[in-house]
């Protein structure tokens, strides 16, 4: 089974309204974190927002909030306000505690903002 | 410095030929990690290191891809008797400290060696 599942290819969010980015994962572990990266076109990975299995807050750091839901082990990221920078390959991912510190990635979700 | 810096960053060779990949990490880092990104995927996991000893390679595909960090900083990733299948994005990520929890932090990425075999 898929550790990490993004179902949305592509999106597509016209500048200024919000954007949901969908990522589910599969883990049996009790402790585990859930991140999100942008890859813009010119190829860096960039973080942007970490989400602990113990948090009892859903994450935000500026524009971006994660919807960080447990039972149906859901980590969408949410991006409020779009700007034409926003688009990018987003990139869901999660590191288990009993599996060493790699991250485990999905398969991506190409956002394009328009005008 | 102030980034992962990786080099080269783009890599032509010849089938059959070795390959070193480098990796300088964020300074400070405890931990340093190994993916490789093929078109249009996301990165999978290769290997990684705390200081200098390798806490896990179970994701080298297979015995000709090694890497070593000898003095818990830089590290060089080398594939020997290269293939096209070899052919890929290869990045190194470092972190503060291994471990999961609050003092693990996240893994910031370097831009990555665009390696081409021919």
């Known amino acids: 089974a898929q550790k990490i599942t993004q179902t949305q290819p592509g999106m597509f969010v016209q500048e200024k309204e919000a954007v949901t980015l969908d990522c589910t994962y599969d883990?049996?572990?009790?402790?585990?974190?859930l991140f999100w990266y942008k890859q813009p076109s010119s190829g860096e990975m960039i973080f942007l927002i970490y989400q602990g299995s113990y948090d009892e807050q859903n994450a935000t750091e500026g524009r971006y909030s994660l919807n960080f839901q447990k039972a149906r082990k859901s980590a969408n990221l949410v991006i409020s306000a779009s700007q034409l920078g926003d688009s990018a390959m987003y990139f869901c991912?999660?590191?288990?505690?009993?599996?060493?510190?790699?991250?485990?990635f999905g398969t991506g979700t190409r956002l394009q903002v328009f005008p | 410095g102030a980034g992962v810096s990786q080099s080269p960053r783009y890599k032509v060779t010849k089938r059959g030929q070795d390959v070193a990949l480098r990796c300088d990490p964020i300074s400070g880092h405890v931990s340093l990690y190994w993916y490789r990104q093929a078109l249009g995927q996301g990165p999978e996991f290769l290997t990684y290191f705390n200081y200098e000893a390798q806490q896990d390679k179970s994701g080298l595909p297979n015995d000709r891809f090694s890497a070593e960090r000898p003095e818990g900083s830089i590290s060089t990733l080398t594939i020997q008797r290269t293939e096209q299948r070899d052919s890929a994005m290869y990045r190194c990520?470092?972190?503060?400290?291994?471990?999961f929890g609050a003092g693990g932090g996240p893994q910031h990425f370097g831009d990555g060696t665009r390696l081409s075999i021919l």
């Open positions: 991912a999660m590191r288990e505690a009993d599996n060493t510190d790699k991250l485990i």
């Open positions: 883990t049996s572990d009790q402790s585990y974190g």
């Open positions: 990520a470092s972190s503060l400290a291994g471990g």
